[in-house]
Nanobody
Framework: QVQLVESGGGLVQPGGSLRLSCAAS????????MKWYRQAPGKERELVAG????????NYADSVKGRFTISRDNAKNTVYLQMNSLKPEDTAVYYC?????????WGQGTQVTVSS
């Protein structure tokens, strides 16, 4: 059974930091590109960051570049999103995604709220 389980979301003040984790199981994690998406209320889902299965190549949305860092630990079947200098505009449900060819898996999401 394929599972992607996000954790680490919560309430944080502007300028603060959070680290999201996504634990994967049920597929060959090392062969999949991993991505983080987010969706704010009333807004379209958007790609936040991605990391390749091999080589450590990463990409980021312009809105988070320089503040967020995606990484993966293949030994732990886990992908992370380190979020620094958080802004109220970062408030959203964050989703973990795994993709390879014809396979496309999603986690249940974790809420991140940035507010004073």
């Amino acid at each position: 059974q394929v599972q992607l389980v996000e954790s680490g979301g919560g309430l944080v003040q502007p300028g603060g930091s959070l680290r999201l984790s996504c634990a994967a199981s049920g597929f060959t994690f090392t062969t999949y590109a991993m991505k983080w998406y987010r969706q704010a209320p009333g807004k379209e889902r958007e790609l936040v960051a991605g990391i390749a299965s091999v080589g450590g190549i990463t990409n980021y949305a312009d809105s988070v570049k320089g503040r967020f860092t995606i990484s993966r630990d293949n030994a732990k079947n886990t992908v992370y999103l380190q979020m620094n200098s958080l802004k109220p505009e970062d408030t959203a449900v964050y989703y973990c995604n795994a993709r390879r060819n014809w396979s496309d898996y999603w986690g249940q999401g974790t809420q991140v709220t940035v507010s004073s």
